[in-house]
């Protein structure tokens, strides 16, 4: 059947007769979710139902469909958003769009928080990362905070069973009794610029290998990262299994956690509060930094010893920093020899009673001088006699300011420096270049939050009542960033592999897409329904190709495009 007949015979069937679904870029995100097998997974965790019409796996597989839709349906609208959706098709056999309500949903985030969300993400991670091959050798470590609206007072064993009669059920009363400690939705240090709003943080580890998300956790709002990012290193380590190398910013650098991470390779930021670290920065000389492989980067290695540990510092000049601090120094100077200028001005025409409180009063304020230095000051005896009293003696200030050459001198050596330190001594294993290069890496961290808290994504519906089903949400989150990052490293590296490209937004070639484009490109395909006959809508080669690229998983979602491209061209 050519389009020109399919498209007349669409104008001659009754209503009735046709159903058109839209299967878009889901395809694609369905067809990861069956590759890394979520569904089983859950499953085999949560347990299933006898006669539930869609069991936990499903569910979860509807939320990260729903969450990867880019639409912004929050949860309560779920069967609304699935009523244009080819549900059956992408979920399963027999599964309703009004069966995926806001009970069935918050019932199974109830169970996924008793069963361990941390423990249910690591072990769904674990498994993508073997199964598409992803390299854990490096892994880096960072959290941020999500702001949140309400109160969060409700807890789980109320919200699970409040309407049934546990004492009747022993396995229900040993959940309620092993039910983990929920988090505390309260107010700390955001990230967000939102100190307003109360807030939650996300603990997570990303692969240093296409960004693959391994490790997530929710916390408290108020939780500070050193406070916990040794623990979580050493507890991800034992369950990896792999001497992999940690990879985090200042928070990890502590003496607790240094000493807590003993058994473990790591590579992070030095925080320059450190009197070692700034004393380092401030006087290491030009001449002993080397340029780096890596364009616009000076290094400078040292030996030192910190809590105990013999490790490598990295003393880091990067030339764009340098120009920047600078610029920032001057800026800085010139506003303080302001304001140094103007309290000298105030301070001058006060009057003391005697010299040694001048002196102290000069000396006070030229204390709070960051970058300047009194140079020159005279105390002069004021005398003074009016009519109706005796004769008066007092003394003002007179002084001048100049810039205190040696802290400025400082500073500007200091520019454009940090410091990054491993213990990973043999510089054979880890080389300075590689040093750096893993520590740019971070970024990976910031890109998995970046996705997580774009607008076009679901976290700005977390509106749920208890702080359980917003940790069972985090999850879900997460396992949407699993999804995403899986399928955007796959395509990569297939186009890498083949050698192929294709284009981009702006019709040029590449081999590193991003799968938010490659979910445009998957935009108006419908499974159409044709007395009772289904058929793949507007398909083309260019999708073929890229479909070719995904795992088999994503072919099954797609399938009867091979017919209808077939059709197209007779």
């Keep these: 059947m050519t389009t020109e007949v399919l498209e007349e015979t669409v104008v001659k069937l009754k209503p009735q007769e046709i159903e058109i679904e839209n299967i878009d870029h889901l395809g694609i995100v369905a067809g990861i979710i069956d590759s890394i097998g979520i569904v089983e997974i859950i499953n085999e965790l949560i347990g299933v139902e006898k006669d539930e019409k869609v069991n936990a796996g499903q569910v979860v597989k509807a939320m990260i469909i729903n969450g990867l839709g880019f639409v912004s349906k929050p949860l ?48 769904i991670a674990l498994k993508a990362a073997q199964k598409f091959g992803v390299s854990l050798s490096t892994s880096h470590l960072d959290s941020s905070s999500m702001h949140v609206h309400g109160q969060y007072n409700t807890s789980l064993p109320f919200v699970i069973f409040e309407s049934q009669k546990v004492g009747n059920n022993q396995e229900l009363e040993e959940l309620a009794v092993k039910s983990p400690k929920e988090i505390t939705i309260t107010y700390g240090y955001s990230r967000d610029h939102r100190p307003d709003l109360k807030q939650f943080i996300i603990e997570m580890i990303c692969s240093g290998d296409g960004d693959i998300p391994i490790f997530l956790k929710l916390a408290s709002g108020n939780q500070a990262d050193s406070s916990c990012f040794g623990q979580i290193a050493v507890e991800y380590q034992k369950q990896l299994e792999v001497n992999s190398l940690m990879v985090a910013d200042a928070a990890l650098y502590t003496e607790s956690n240094l000493k807590m991470m003993s058994e473990l390779r790591w590579l992070c930021r030095v925080p320059l509060s450190i009197k070692a670290a700034k004393t ?291």
């Design 76 to 123: 309560y609208m779920f069967p609304k958003y699935f009523e244009t959706i080819a549900c059956e098709h992408l979920i399963g056999a027999g599964v309703k769009p009004e069966y995926l309500n806001d009970d069935k949903l918050g019932r199974v985030m109830d169970k996924l928080f008793i069963k361990g969300l941390d423990t249910i993400f690591f072990i």
């Design 280 to 570: 380092l920065i401030s006087t290491l000389a030009e001449s002993e930094f080397i340029d780096s492989t890596i364009p616009g980067y000076k290094l400078a290695s040292k030996i030192q010893n910190y809590a105990g540990i013999e490790q490598r510092w990295l003393v880091v000049q990067s030339q764009e920093r340098k120009e920047s601090d600078l610029h920032k120094l001057t800026q800085k100077i010139t506003k303080a020899e302001s304001k140094a200028v103007q309290d000298l001005k105030k301070l001058s025409q006060e009057r003391f009673a005697c010299v040694a409180d001048a002196i102290k009063a000069l000396s006070k304020l030229s204390k709070q001088f960051k970058y300047h230095q009194i140079n020159v000051s005279i105390v002069t005896q004021i005398e003074s006699k009016t009519k109706d009293s005796p004769e008066e003696i007092s003394y003002q200030i007179s002084a001048t300011v100049s810039q205190n050459e040696s802290k400025i001198n400082t500073e500007l050596l200091s520019a454009g420096r940090f410091i990054i330190a491993t213990n990973v001594l043999d510089s054979q294993e880890l080389s300075n270049d590689s040093m750096l290069s893993e520590y740019k890496a971070q970024q990976s961290c910031e890109r998995g939050f970046g996705f997580l808290k774009d607008p076009l994504f679901f976290a700005d519906s977390i509106f749920l009542k208890s702080p359980e089903r917003i940790e069972s949400l985090g999850m879900i989150m997460g396992l949407c960033l699993l999804v995403y990052t899986l399928a955007q490293r796959h395509i990569r590296n297939a186009l890498l592999e083949s050698k192929s490209t294709i284009k981009n937004q702006l019709g040029k070639a590449t081999n590193r897409p991003t799968l938010r484009w490659i979910f445009q490109c998957f935009q108006c395909i419908h499974l159409v329904t044709l007395n009772q006959e289904k058929h793949i809508s507007n398909w083309n080669k260019d999708r073929d190709f890229i479909l070719s690229l995904l795992p088999d998983d994503c072919l099954r979602y797609y399938q009867l495009s091979k017919s209808a491209q077939r059709n197209q061209t007779m």
